[in-house]
């Protein structure tokens, strides 16, 4: 069993800033890549930023230069800093992990519950 908790989300000015944190904890042997993906009403959903294990990141176009993806391996946790955020990032933000579990070190992907950002214009 895997949990993946999610927090930092919430209301914020365009321009403003949020940091994500996704928190993982369980049955887990060793988390390979991690990532946050978004989705907004109506749409599907996109990834936005990822990780791998060795810290190799991966960036959507749309967010290059305003969000960093890092994580702390100790600790299972991944953050995702999202500055001059603009109305278009608007969206439900889902942490996303692959990792291998324990005991018998079978890969699996699991999804947090999401957590919600909205910026004003």
């Known amino acids: 069993q895997v949990q993946l908790v999610e927090s930092g989300g919430g209301l914020v000015q365009a321009g403003g800033s949020l940091r994500l944190s996704c928190a993982a904890s369980?049955?887990?042997?060793?988390?390979?890549?991690m990532g946050w993906y978004r989705q907004a009403p109506g749409k599907q959903r996109d990834m936005v930023a990822e990780?791998?294990?060795?810290?190799?990141?991966t960036y959507a176009d749309s967010v290059k230069g305003r969000f960093t993806i890092s994580r702390d391996n100790a600790k299972n946790t991944m953050f995702l800093q999202m500055n001059s955020l603009k109305p278009e990032d608007t969206a439900v933000y889902y942490c996303?992990?692959?990792?291998?579990?324990?005991?018998?070190?079978?890969?699996?992907?699991?999804w947090g519950q999401g957590t919600q950002v909205t910026v004003s214009s």
């Open positions: 996303n992990v692959h990792y291998n579990n324990l005991p018998s070190r079978v890969p699996y992907v699991f």
């Open positions: 369980g049955s887990i042997f060793s988390i390979n890549a």
């Open positions: 990780i791998t294990s060795g810290g190799i990141t």
